[in-house]
Nanobody, 123 residues
Framework: QVQLLESGGGLVQPGGSLTLSCAASGNIFSINAMGWYRQVSGKQRELVAR???????NYADSVKGRFTIHRDYDKNTVSLQMNSLKPEDTAVYYC?????????????????WGQGTQVTVSS
């Protein structure tokens, strides 16, 4: 019912920048939260940044001051501007969206993950 399309990963040198983008589409009625998580092989997926209703924005301590999340409420998109990238930022980054979708007259909640995009920080 809700699809997420991510883009923007890749290989970058330490100190470089990348921007990740995610667009949500489908039978969306409302969105409560949009954000980004990341996962390194063999480790748990962890929060990078997310914007909840309010709005309330949360960042992982490790990315504060370097990453900026931006949510476009009209377009149902979320982006993550990543600056001063470090090798430890290397991971698969996943877009996350939760909210409500509508089919006919029925409204149901949903939470969806993107397919993941690889970010590699290496010289």
């Amino acid at each position: 019912q809700v699809q997420l399309l991510e883009s923007g990963g890749g290989l970058v040198q330490p100190g470089g920048s990348l921007t990740l983008s995610c667009a949500a589409s489908g039978n969306i009625f409302s969105i409560n939260a949009m954000g980004w998580y990341r996962q390194v092989s063999g480790k748990q997926r962890e929060l990078v940044a997310r914007v909840d209703s309010g709005p309330v924005t949360n960042y992982a301590d490790s990315v504060k001051g370097r990453f900026t999340i931006h949510r476009d409420y009209d377009k149902n998109t979320v982006s993550l501007q990543m600056n001063s990238l470090k090798p430890e930022d290397t991971a698969v980054y996943y877009c996350y969206v939760e909210g409500d979708y509508r089919i006919n007259y029925k409204i149901s909640d949903f939470s969806s993950w993107g397919q993941g995009t690889q970010v590699t920080v290496s010289s």
